[in-house]
């Protein structure tokens, strides 16, 4: 068995067209919806990310906001800065990249952004109205494409056995809540797990987001399952570097039914439902009916 490609940049080109044309309509009540991102240092892979983001927002019609802050920034200057994103009408969505500096608590941060503005879905109340079925809830981008990515393959996930390899805020948690929601039996493996290869060989859906290059191997995989790769890591090849994932990627495609590349596979879905959301925000916050 070859597993086939799923093809994130391509489904995500999808999305962002549908959401341009959704935001065009939006338009017609007087503005746009308006992103800001707020991005702290100079982190070459950051402001990478950062200007992609800048870039798809403004190609889908939107505003995009951009604040560059010196990674010494004091946390009281940019709580600051958040409540006047906060309080600004013109901005539906904000988004502080991380990873911040260390002297920055993230937590705090994270938790000053408006809930009805929090596009990264990582705000407390998001995350309780997430885990509580609460549809009112902002979720977090990447798992929200990481089931995009599951349903282009099989539209119905009812049953299936996920196993989430990784427990973070970000990605595992809030995904293991998306799956439950699918109908899903949903095994959360993590750095403690024992035996966590015969745990993925039980697995219908393997979703890996250890940040761990090329961790999952081939014999992980349950012939015919599906299996989509988060991590992105760079590696050194020779005098070279390569970004892998955290899924061997050959060796699973030999046994998996479908799976993710990378790059090109959940790392676009991540930002065009950075859009998404971002929209959703803004009709809510117009009164309009949620996207």
């Known amino acids: 068995m070859t597993a086939s490609i799923i093809d994130g940049k391509a489904i995500a080109q999808e999305l962002r067209a549908r959401i341009k044309a959704e935001v065009a309509s ?25 200007r992609a983001k800048a870039r798809q927002t403004v190609e889908a019609g939107m505003l995009s906001f951009e604040h560059s802050l010196p990674a010494d920034v004091d946390q009281e200057a940019l709580l600051r800065l958040i409540g006047l994103l906060n309080a600004d009408p013109a901005v539906d969505g904000i988004l502080v990249q991380l990873p911040l500096p260390s002297h920055i608590d993230a937590t705090a941060v994270l938790s000053t952004v408006d809930p009805t503005k929090d596009v990264d879905g990582f705000h407390p109340v998001n995350a309780g109205r997430l885990a509580t079925g609460d549809p009112a809830a902002l979720e977090p981008c990447t798992p929200l494409g990481c089931v995009h990515l599951l349903k282009s393959v099989e539209a119905d996930l009812s ?12 990605v595992g948690k809030p995904l293991a809540q998306m799956l439950l929601r699918e109908n899903c039996t949903v095994t959360i493996a993590h750095s403690r797990t024992r035996d966590i290869a015969q745990i993925c060989r039980t697995a219908d859906i393997v979703i890996a987001a250890t940040g761990r290059a090329a961790m999952v191997r081939g014999d992980w995989i349950k012939p015919g399952a599906l299996v989509i790769d988060v991590g992105i890591n760079r590696v050194a090849t ?16 030999e046994r998996a039914a479908a799976i993710t590349p990378v790059p090109g596979g959940v790392g676009p879905m991540t930002i065009a439902y950075l859009l998404h959301n971002t ?13």
């Open 238 to 253: 020779g005098d070279k570097s390569a970004l892998v994932g955290d899924v061997a990627f050959e060796e699973a495609r």
């Open 279 to 291: 929209l959703k925000a803004a009709g809510r916050r117009s009164g309009l009916p949620s996207t």
């Open 159 to 170: 049953g299936a056995h996920s196993v989430v390899l990784g427990r973070s805020n970000i």
């Open 26 to 50: 939006f338009r017609a009540t007087g503005r746009a919806p308006g992103l800001a991102v707020v991005l702290v240092g100079s982190d070459p892979a950051s402001a990478v990310y950062v």
